[in-house]
Each structure stands twice: as C-alpha cells, then as structure tokens.
C-alpha cells in the first residue's frame, strides 16, 4: 500500500496554488449562491473559465449558518413563482450532485393566534393555490394532530386558532448544499479560491474591467456578487446605493433527543420556530435581532427569549439542554423581497436582498443567475426583484410571508 501524497484524489475540491490574471466571470462569495451560479454557468452555459473568490470558507456564511427551511407558501405571484421553481428544483438535487443532501420532506405550519394572522394565512393560501401550490388554511386539531405535543392553548395566552399548511415544506443539510454545488462546478473546471477576499472592484466609464483581491489583481468584465450580509461592503465599491442594511439572526440548536417532532412549526405572534433535524436535535430560531449590527456574536437575550415562548408551546421541554448558539448577517431589504440582477455598472450582477429566507431560494437563484450572467439580460423570474424597483416605487411586499416576526 502506497499513500500518494503527491496526487491525492481531491475529497471534495481541487486546490489552486494561483489565481489566473483573467477570468470570464468571477463570482464573489462561495455560500450556496454563489456555488450554484457557477454550477449552472458551467454546466448549462459551457462557461468554466470562471472563478469563486471566498474571503473565509466555502459554506462559512449564512448558508452554514442557517435553520434549512424550504417552502414556496409566499404572498405575491412574484414570490410564489420563483420559490416553486427552487422547491421542484430541490427535489432532483442529490441525485445531480450524487451527494445526500438530506432532503426531508416535513410539511411546514404556519400557526396563527389571531384573527388577522389568520386573514394573512387565507391570503397566501389563495395566492399559493392560483399558482398551483399547495397550500391550505386548517384548523387547530390539524396542527394538534401532526404535533400531538403542543399546548394549543400556548399557556392560555395565544391560543392556536389555525395555521397555513404547506405540505411541500422541507429541510435539508445546509453545508452539503454548498459541498455540492462546490464539487459540481469544480468538477467542470470551475476555480475555487477560499481565503481569498475581494477588496476592490475596477470600474471604468461604467464597466466592470477587473477585481482587486488579497492575492492579487484579476482582470474580468463580469463580477457577480452573492455576499449576503457583506453586500453593502461590495455595493461601496462599485459605487451603487442600495436600501440593503443589515441585521442579526440568531439560532440554536439543542441537544439530540428522540424523535417525536415531524412538521416544522412556525408562530409569528410568537416569534419562535422549531423543526427536528435528521440528529435529533431540535433547530430554533427567533425573529431578527431588533438593531443594525455587522457581526455574528450570539447573546443570552435570544436563548432566554426564544426558549420562554418555546416553552409556551412545548413545555415538556423545560429540561432540555440548549446545545450551541451562532448568529449570522442577514441582508434585508425594505419589502422583505431579495435584489437581483444587472445594476447600472456594465458587467456587475446582484444576488443580494437574502435576508432570512434565502437558503431555499439556492437552486433557483443559482439558475437564474447563471442565465442572467451568460446572456447580460434579466431571466424572467427575476424581473420582480430589480434594484430599480425602489426608485420607481414599484415594491415586492413579501413581509407576511418571508419568515417569523420581524
Ligand atoms: P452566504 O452563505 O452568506 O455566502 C456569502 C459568502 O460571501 C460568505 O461565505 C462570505 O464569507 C463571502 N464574502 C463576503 N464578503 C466577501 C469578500 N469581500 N470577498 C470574498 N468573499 C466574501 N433561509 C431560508 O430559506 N430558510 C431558513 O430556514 C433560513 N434560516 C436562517 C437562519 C439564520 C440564523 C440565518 C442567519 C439565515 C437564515 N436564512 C434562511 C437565510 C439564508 O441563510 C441566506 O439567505 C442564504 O444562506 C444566503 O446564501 P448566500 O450564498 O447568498 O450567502
Ligand atoms: O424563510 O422559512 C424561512 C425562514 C424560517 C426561519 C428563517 N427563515
């Protein structure tokens, strides 16, 4: 038996020693964004002389950070549309990528405790079934039903009158996400470059002509930039204002127990969620840190917070040990609807806006993005989602439906 260190097959990722002095598209950000973009560049375009520059590592943002819930229950058609594409996306992933992803179909609960939340769930419920989703308001002994251990009563104080049910709703394993896409834009010649941070970006009489970087200077007249919380860093440099600005949110996981949750559970009134991962542990989360912060430490607030409202619902588990806690950067944006495609510098794309519900928009982001590289022009799920649409007041308003409270 001989160990060949020399050559060793790559696990996941080939290595490069060196950046190359031109790339045809450089992507900054290797979250699953970015990945999957030049995945699909690759694999749908024949574009592979492309690069992914990523400051820290591949997955290391919110895309590692995040609590995995997919679903396509949103509010306006805009929103509906492009999350169904990314959940019929998801279903064939693992068998593209050849990798579990861990993709667990759980059905999604909305829950409601008052009247107008209730009116908001009819809504999406109406707007989802137009487009063919299948989405239902149901009443309380349905959610007792899939979740025989709730307190419906929440305490006596919010009871559950209802909820959205969204049987399409999943999760899955966040890193693989990023893994496979990572591998499968490598194995078509795709450059990935971690510990590699963009510093600046050279723009001449409006078009992109190159990026500067911790290791150097790369000339490109296409830069996508997929950073998430990082966005109005990279926006300074290009000189584009946008309404982007940046938010904590947190989450927790506790430690592994038996399974008795399948759904995945969420109160907007009470600003908690809760589904039960594949480990057993249950993953929890909470609204945004309410204040502007560039930063990811995790604060005894969030645990106490998050845990008395869980308790309102569950409080069988008083006893159970909160096992870590982590926070990420959300990029949010006015209308809770994500920023996406070309800018008015020639050459320089947007997957920004991400928020808290990006992670199940990867696949679809990802392909559209890729369209919208390869042929300089908006693909049309996305024309919804346009920078332009804050200065011409015309407003995606996804806040009922983007995630828990805000
Ligand atoms: P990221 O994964 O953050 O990738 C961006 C990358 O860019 C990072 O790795 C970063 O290091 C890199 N970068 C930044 N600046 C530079 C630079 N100058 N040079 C080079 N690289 C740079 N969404 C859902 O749909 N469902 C959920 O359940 C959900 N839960 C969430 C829970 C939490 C706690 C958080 C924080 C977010 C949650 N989200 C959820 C939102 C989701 O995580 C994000 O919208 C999504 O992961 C964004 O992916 P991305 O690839 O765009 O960004
Ligand atoms: O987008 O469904 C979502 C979500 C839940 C928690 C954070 N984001």
């Known amino acids: 038996f ?11 990722f080939n290595f490069h020693e060196k950046l190359k002095s031109s790339y045809d598209v450089v992507i900054i950000g290797a979250g699953g964004h970015g990945l999957a973009a030049a995945y699909y560049l690759a694999r749908d375009y024949g574009i592979t002389n492309v690069c992914v520059l990523e400051k820290g590592y591949i997955g290391g943002g919110n895309t590692g950070r995040n609590t995995t819930i997919i679903r396509s229950n949103y509010l306006t058609p805009e929103g509906v549309k492009f999350y169904d594409e990314s959940v019929n996306l998801w279903q064939d992933l693992s068998d593209d990528f050849d990798l579990n ?35 239902e308001v149901v009443g309380p002994e349905v959610v007792k039903e899939a979740a025989p251990m709730i307190d419906i009563s929440c305490g006596g104080h ?21 893994w496979g896409y990572g591998r499968g834009a490598d194995q078509r010649g795709v450059e990935i470059h971690q510990q590699t941070e963009v510093l600046g970006i050279d723009v001449q009489a409006g078009k992109v002509k190159g990026v500067k970087t911790s290791r150097g200077y790369i000339s490109t007249n296409k830069v996508l930039c997929a950073v998430a919380g990082s966005t109005p860093r990279i926006l300074k440099m290009v000189d584009v ?24 559970l969420v109160s907007g009134s009470l600003h908690v969620y809760i589904s039960q991962s ?3 542990e249950l993953v929890m989360g909470a609204s945004l840190d309410p204040y502007e912060l560039h930063g990811t430490r995790s604060t005894l607030d969030f645990v106490e917070g998050l845990t008395t409202h869980m308790l309102e619902m569950f409080p ?42 990006g992670f199940k928009a990867t696949p679809v982001c990802g392909k559209t993005m890729a369209h919208t590289v390869a042929t300089d022009s908006d693909h049309p799920l996305i024309t919804g989602f346009s920078l332009d649409r804050f200065r011409n007041y015309a407003l995606t308003g996804e806040k009922g439906a983007a995630s828990v409270g805000h």
Do not use: C
Not at 324 to 344: E, H, I, L, N, S
């Open 316 to 357: 069988f588990l008083s006893n159970v040990k909160v096992m870590r806690q982590w926070a990420g950067m959300a990029d949010m944006t006015p209308d809770f609807a994500p920023v996406m495609g070309k800018t008015p510098v020639e050459g320089f794309y947007l997957d920004s806006g991400w928020g808290t519900w």
């Open 101 to 135: 992803l861990f993709y667990a179909n759980r059905g999604h609960f909305t829950l409601a405790h008052t009247d107008s939340a209730l009116r908001t769930m009819r809504w999406r419920a109406e707007v989802n079934k137009h487009y063919g989703v299948d989405s």
């Open 278 to 280: 594949a480990r057993g």
């Open 158 to 178: 919010a009871p559950i009158l209802g909820a959205l049910y969204h049987a399409p709703g999943s999760v899955a394993r966040h890193d693989a996400v990023a």
């Open 241 to 264: 204002k946008s309404p982007i600005y940046i938010h904590p949110l947190q989450a927790m996981v506790s430690e592994p127990i038996k399974p008795w949750l399948d759904p995945i």
């Open 2 to 12: 001989a160990l060949n260190k020399k050559h060793p097959e790559p696990r996941m």
